[in-house]
């Protein structure tokens, strides 16, 4: 269950990535069509596949399918993000409903219509999955039930998303110039992110309570064990709730909440019917293990992680990968252009690196966590004889193989004979507490080291290094595409210019006005090196009058004048530099400051 978080969170970074994409500017029908027949081809996949399974089922009644099902859903729900992907990307669904004034003004209810598209897929998924699936159930739980726990389970991942996205456009719609000032800012961008999302880690379990349609446990022996276990331990709550999760039917708990008065225990009736006082004991130690270990709030810092590594590196990566000339001359040989090339990059390494983070080091850390809570039995119990029992009764009531892998969690196997080791050599236990320690200190100092990097790149003291590679990257591409553009060489003369290679700036004019040579960038450029070029090997003074005054016949302004009236100064033509530095004032429309500057140093030099 805990993979549709990924699906969804994925479908999401899809959708807000196909912006990059040619826009389509009216209503298509072939689009339209095909996104239609996609549709329902996947829709008929999944009956298929499910019907065949079925078929299966009942020539061999006695066999555990749930392992056939888990992998049947999986790779439907991968199928699914698939044509996802093609609707928005291939069939650009979204562009055509561009234009709808409530989708303007609120874009995230245009996002919600299209993960509910995401959403439909999934359904169809689990609606033939409940043929086959509903035989591990009792007959409490109708389709119906089956369908929505899916959908239920899921959508708190989007939340965080939902009211930073809702809340950014009501402030679109009445803007408050102050804070959107404050927004604008780097600083202020990553605060309004940290804030909602300390806000929505607070706040957020009362939501969620109501998505699950979680009550209260009723008064009773259940609940009083469960009370006597959560004082014991010190650990405050606001509510123990009865999670009707799949009809109850499930053999798990949960807590949710940083503080004790949002934080909610969640267990389901068939925890409570399935485990004995001992074994209830044990996974509300578990339980509250995560709550005193901080798991929660790691977990806060995990994605607050990710927003601010993506946002500072989002910009640097989209202009690194526009310079991998070698990838796109295998999009070429594919008939791929690189205007469609590059956003194709762009997304495929969004996604990537965001399957990359939560899939497995996201994973990693749950993995460790999970055992920690386990680890949490010897705190307060005599040993994890209980828990270990209890795993052994999630194993057969599942049906799934003791040993079966999970992104998220070690194997039952795994899990018990860790326990078991840690029961004959205790030491296992601070080892383990201590690992754990040098994980998540280590992900801080990395996380940390990698903001400072991209936020160096992007705003700071690496900034100007950075923007310069990439242009000469950028620039020598495009010599190679159109090496016949003058305009390019003196581009190429400007970046050498501001490099202080002084010697290539002006062969790279030069090539410029063999080609073209009436091009006033050009000429008023390299007047402006031969008159004050801070190498005193480069200046020539006759050279620089010649074209500046190549430059004033092709065209008249402010700065042209300005480049004359400094190739007449260094001439020693002081009177005409002065004329020329009067008209350059007279003209210009900007830089008063400087122009008026430049003539008053001129006159001083009339000065008798």
Aim: one cysteine or more; a positive charge; charged letters at 20%.
């Amino acid at each position: 269950m805990f993979s549709n978080f990924l699906f969804f969170l994925i479908a999401l970074v899809i959708y807000t990535t196909s912006d990059l994409f040619e826009t389509v500017k009216e209503v298509d029908i072939v689009l339209i069509s095909g996104s239609l027949g996609a549709s329902a081809l996947f829709v008929l996949i999944c009956h298929m596949a499910f019907k065949r399974l079925e078929r299966k089922a009942l020539k061999n009644l006695y066999a555990n399918m749930d392992p056939f099902v888990h992998a049947y859903i999986s790779r439907l729900s991968v199928l699914a993000l698939i044509i996802f992907t093609v609707n928005i990307y291939g069939f650009k669904l979204k562009r055509l409903f561009s234009g709808i004034p409530i989708f303007d003004t609120l874009p995230t209810l245009e996002a919600l219509f299209f993960l509910g598209v995401f959403l439909f897929y999934l359904m169809m998924v689990w609606n033939e999955a409940y043929r086959v699936q509903k035989r591990i159930f009792s007959s409490a739980v109708s389709k119906k039930d089956y369908v929505l726990s899916n959908i239920a389970f899921s959508l708190p991942a989007l939340l965080p998303w939902f009211c930073l996205s809702l809340i950014a456009d009501i402030l679109g719609i009445i803007p408050w110039q102050p804070l959107e000032t404050v927004l604008h800012t780097p600083a202020g961008e990553i605060g309004y992110i940290a804030l909602f999302l300390i806000a929505i880690a607070i706040f957020g379990p009362v939501l969620i309570r109501r998505l699950w349609n979680c009550s209260p446990l009723e008064p009773g022996y259940a609940r009083s064990r469960i009370e006597k276990v959560c004082k014991k331990a010190g650990m405050t709550y606001s509510d123990i709730l009865r999670w009707n999760l799949f009809g109850g039917t499930m053999i798990t708990a949960g807590v949710m909440g940083l503080v004790g008065r949002f934080r909610y225990i969640l267990v389901t009736p068939a925890l409570l019917k399935s485990l004995n006082d001992d074994e209830l004991d044990a996974v509300m130690l578990h339980e509250i293990g995560h709550v005193q270990k901080h798991h929660m709030v790691f977990y806060l810092f995990f994605f607050a992680g990710f927003i601010a590594c993506n946002f500072v590196f989002f910009e640097p990566v989209m202009l690194f990968l526009y310079i991998l000339e070698p990838v796109y001359d295998l999009f070429a040989r594919m008939g791929v252009g690189k205007a469609s090339a590059h956003p194709i990059l762009i997304s495929v390494t969004l996604i990537g690196s965001f399957v990359v983070y939560f899939r497995f080091v996201f994973g990693f850390f749950m993995r460790n966590f999970e055992r920690q809570a386990d680890l949490h039995a010897y705190h307060l119990a005599n040993g994890a004889a209980a828990l270990i029992s209890t795993f052994y009764k999630i194993a057969s009531f599942s049906r799934q193989p003791i040993d079966k892998p999970n992104w998220h969690h070690y194997s039952i196997g795994q899990r018990v004979r860790f326990l078991e080791n840690c029961q004959s050599n205790p030491a296992l236990i601070h080892a383990h507490h201590l690992r754990v320690k040098k994980m998540i200190a280590g992900y801080f100092v990395l996380v940390s080291l990698v903001f400072g990097i991209g936020y160096s790149i992007n705003y700071g003291m690496a900034k100007d290094v950075f923007d310069n590679f990439i242009a000469e990257k950028i620039l020598f591409q495009q010599l190679d595409v159109d090496p016949e553009n003058s305009d390019l060489y003196a581009v190429v003369g400007d970046y050498y210019y501001n490099k202080k290679n002084y010697e290539k700036a002006i062969d790279s004019y030069e090539n410029v006005l063999r080609v073209d040579p009436e091009n006033v960038h050009a000429l008023n450029n390299l007047s402006w090196l031969f008159a004050t070029c801070p190498e005193p090997g480069y200046r020539n003074g006759k050279k620089a009058l010649e074209y500046a005054s190549r430059a004033l016949t092709q065209k008249k302004d402010a700065f042209v004048f300005d480049t004359y009236a400094e190739a007449l100064f260094v001439n020693n033509d002081i009177p005409n530099a002065v004329t020329a530095a009067r008209e350059a004032r007279r003209r210009s429309t900007d830089k008063k400051a400087y122009y008026e500057n430049q003539l008053q140093r001129f006159e001083k030099m009339l000065a008798p």
